[in-house]
């Protein structure tokens, strides 16, 4: 059993910035694969960013160049570095770990994005 919980979100101004982190324990972290997903109200939850055990790196194109993913396996972090956030870039960000067919989710932080 993986358990995740997300911090650092919050209300930021168009144009500002945010970081996101998801604390994993009871597992061994470097096993798993992680990624950050976002759910707007009314839109189906997306796969934001990605990063694999081999630290390959995946994004979703609405936030390519202005979102950075980044591990780290000694600490049991994962992080979602936020930059240039746009109001369409409002949502609840879960935390997903995945190993195989099995995925394990955080309570989500909400971000919102507003003037």
């Known amino acids: 059993q993986v358990q995740l919980v997300e911090s650092g979100g919050g209300l930021v101004q168009p144009g500002g910035s945010l970081r996101l982190s998801c604390a994993a324990s009871?597992?061994?972290?470097?096993?798993?694969?992680m990624g950050w997903y976002r759910q707007a109200p009314g839109k189906q939850r997306e796969l934001v960013a990605g990063i694999t055990t081999g630290s390959n790196i995946y994004y979703a194109d609405s936030v390519k160049g202005r979102f950075t993913i980044s591990r780290d396996n000694a600490k049991n972090m994962v992080y979602l570095q936020m930059n240039s956030l746009k109001p369409e870039d409002t949502a609840v960000y879960y935390c997903?770990?995945?190993?195989?067919?099995?995925?394990?989710w955080g309570q989500g932080t909400q971000v919102t994005v507003s003037s």
């Open positions: 997903n770990a995945r190993i195989g067919t099995l995925d394990f």
């Open positions: 009871g597992t061994i972290f470097r096993n798993y694969a």
